[in-house]
């Protein structure tokens, strides 16, 4: 497809977030993160997830961080419903767009998050059918300060974390790591972040993308380390119960 066509049926279009008056998480204190890690070792990253021709992946990004957070507090990992985002959150745009944050603010205030299996996703807009008892339930969400070193000692203790980026240039990756000079900082995609290589060639950050397994190196993208690319430092989030 063409580049318009990628972008109207994939990506986003949403106001900037406003960064004034954000409070960032500090560096975890006395950790000395390790050369490479990865959630999905762990255990701590549900399968890939295919939003389809909806621009719902801040609703993904959200969901996929939500439900990390849950299986590393809790011990079991729930299969959440993006879904719900989409048709309830009125601080965001559904299949138009949004952002994670506002996403785990909505879901915080609706006092829970569905289970896929309870409210199925169906790429489009509908009309909020969200119902208790919820799949997971979450206290709020904090900011990952924006400096990649910051980041990447908070992943090693914290969770994979919801990513907002510039995916533009996605479109036709297949694998390799995707340099800093080939794509821009102009956010119009949200995803999750869950490990990187620091001793590797050009060292990577393991990202993973709501595109289905068929794209990208099983579901997943690795975005070269250490130069804010596709703007992947900008807005780092994750939940808290």
Request: aromatic share 12%.
């Amino acid at each position: 497809m063409t580049p318009k066509e990628f972008k109207d049926l994939y990506l986003m279009r949403v106001p900037p977030r406003n960064m004034t008056g954000i409070v960032y998480e500090p560096a975890p204190v006395g950790v000395v993160a390790p050369t490479s890690f990865d959630w999905r070792s762990k255990q701590g990253v549900s399968a890939v997830k295919n939003q389809g021709q909806c621009g719902s992946c801040w609703a993904f990004s959200a969901t996929e961080n939500i439900e990390s957070v849950v299986k590393i507090g809790k011990g079991t990992m729930p299969i959440l419903a993006p879904q719900q985002m989409v048709d309830c959150d009125k601080g965001c745009y559904g299949c138009g767009g949004g952002w994670p944050y506002k996403a785990m603010t909505y879901i915080v205030s609706a006092g829970g998050q569905d289970s896929e299996s309870t409210y199925p996703y169906t790429a489009r807009n509908g009309q909020c059918k969200a119902k208790s008892p919820f799949g997971a339930q979450i206290k709020g969400y904090k900011n990952i300060g924006r400096d990649e070193h910051t980041i990447q000692a908070s992943l090693t203790t914290v969770s994979p974390f919801s990513v907002c980026v510039d995916a533009s240039q996605w479109s036709h990756y297949k694998s390799g790591v995707l340099r800093s000079n080939q794509c821009g900082h102009g956010i119009d995609h949200c995803v999750q972040l869950v490990g990187y290589d620091a001793g590797a060639n050009p060292p990577y950050w393991i990202v993973r993308n709501s595109w289905g397994t068929g794209w990208g190196v099983q579901g997943y993208i690795y975005l070269e380390m250490w130069k804010d690319t596709c703007a992947m430092a900008d807005n780092v989030i994750t939940a808290y119960l």
